[in-house]
């Protein structure tokens, strides 16, 4: 039965199947939920599985394997152009099975969990890294608007003196900005901790 393909297209909730027994020729099609989902594809015979390698994917793809399955992810850009009229959970399924036969795209590896949490750190700390820019960057167009730029240092903005009991940079300016300037850079040390910590 390795010569059958299944074609799923990920979803939150329901799951859009497509069955190939050959090339070009789909013999039936199935939507499920997400319970049902595991069940189904674990009582079928060893087959291909198809994906796009989307949300999600390397989680279905670790499990369908389990169940003695033969996963391919293939990326989402590769698979575009083989989806015809408009685009829909089944048109999707029936583009994936069209690429597949595609040899000269290559599908994504699988991902291990390992490897999936330390591209999560990744993303978490890129997250942080633009939160700490964006509020350095709008702690500076306040503070301009007062004056020359005053100097804040991205390693550690509490040098700038802002923080401290500095009267002469304080006098320089009304009290709602220090307030609203102290506020940008307590959270600016806050996030560059998480992210260089």
Request: hydrophobic fraction near 35%.
């Amino acid at each position: 039965m390795k010569n059958t393909t299944i074609a799923i297209d990920l979803a939150k909730s329901v799951f859009e199947i497509g069955i190939s027994d050959r090339p070009g020729h789909i013999a039936r099609n199935h939507r499920l939920s997400r319970t049902e989902l595991a069940a189904f594809v674990a009582a079928q015979p060893p087959a291909t599985v198809v994906m796009e390698a989307c949300s999600s994917a390397h989680y279905w793809g670790r499990k369908f394997e389990g169940f003695g399955h033969d996963v391919k992810l293939l990326p989402p850009f590769a698979v575009r152009p083989y989806v015809q009229l408009s685009k829909t959970d089944r048109t999707d399924v029936k583009g994936m099975l069209e690429a597949w036969r595609n040899s000269d795209i290559r599908p994504v590896p699988i991902k291990t969990e390992s490897q999936q949490q330390l591209t999560s750190l990744h993303r978490v700390r890129s997250t942080w890294m633009a939160a700490r820019t964006m509020r350095i960057n709008s702690a500076r167009g306040l503070l301009r608007e007062f004056g020359p730029p005053s100097p804040w240092p991205t390693k550690w903005p509490a040098s700038s003196g802002l923080s401290g009991n500095s009267e002469n940079r304080s006098s320089l300016r009304p009290p709602a900005d220090r307030l609203d300037a102290s506020q940008h850079l307590s959270r600016s040390c806050t996030i560059t901790v998480r992210t260089d910590g």
